[in-house]
């Protein structure tokens, strides 16, 4: 199946700071989605973005289907915004399986 | 209220005993999965279902069993629990897998085996 693979693993930020956060997986994909896991454990879809750019406020993620990678991106990050952040890949027709990356840890600090 | 639930959010179970985690959702989403969310694994599916009647292992299924009778419930029953089943259990949907379909999770519940 399909390698979903996320760096870094763990990131502090600044308040206020930007940040780039990768997803590099080992297929075509038809479906692509980031999502936010806060640290009341509750996951919340933040992007459906298998190739293309989207923005949603201070979000924005951008997914380069021919070079299997896409970025999700964190502009003037508060502390609300901690937590960890996963992508998730399905490859090929006929797959059923969303495979999950392993996270980014983000903290952010005041 | 529309979304999916799932029940309960907290449970400790005996090594051996049976355990049915319930899933819920009210928009008619064709595909459900359960997902287990362990330090340093991350999210593995367990078992997934395309339609009412249809599901499927996926990478982490030994020990699990599930059924869907009805679209909106996606039960999970640990047949015979055991403490490697500790976790913390997601239950999704999703109405589609292409196309501009989010997949959407419940709160998930706190499974502790003793």
């Known amino acids: 199946g399909i390698q979903v693979e996320q760096s870094p693993p763990d990131l502090i930020l600044q308040e206020g700071a930007n940040s780039t956060l990768r997803c590099n997986f080992s297929?075509?994909?038809?479906?692509l989605q980031w999502f936010h896991q806060n640290p009341w454990g509750q996951l919340i879809n933040l992007f459906y973005?298998?190739?293309g750019t989207k923005q949603n406020g201070r979000l924005s993620a951008t997914t380069v289907a021919t070079e299997r990678y896409s970025l999700l991106y964190i502009s003037s990050s508060q502390t609300t915004d901690s937590g960890v952040y996963f992508c998730?890949?399905?490859?090929?027709?006929?797959?059923?399986?969303?495979?999950f990356g392993k996270g980014t840890k983000l903290s952010v600090i005041p | 209220d529309a979304g999916i639930t799932q029940s309960p959010r907290y449970k400790i179970t005996e090594t051996g005993r049976q355990v049915t985690l319930m899933c819920h959702q009210t928009?008619?989403?064709?595909?459900m999965f359960w997902y287990r969310q362990d330090l340093g694994h991350g999210l593995r599916l367990i078992y997934y279902?395309?339609?009412?009647?249809?599901?499927d292992k996926g990478e982490v299924s030994d020990g699990y069993v599930v059924s869907r009778s009805k679209t909106e419930n996606f039960p999970l029953t640990l047949e015979s629990a055991t403490r490697s089943q500790t976790s913390v259990y997601f239950c999704?949907?999703?109405?589609?897998?292409?196309?501009?379909?989010?997949?959407?999770f419940g709160n998930g519940t706190r499974l502790t085996v003793t």
């Open positions: 998730a890949a399905l490859s090929g027709a006929g797959s059923y399986q969303l495979t």
């Open positions: 297929d075509s994909v038809n479906n």
């Open positions: 973005i298998p190739s």
């Open positions: 928009w008619s989403h064709s595909y």
């Open positions: 279902s395309a339609a009412a009647d249809i599901t």
């Open positions: 999704a949907s999703i109405q589609g897998l292409g196309g501009n379909s989010p997949l959407h």
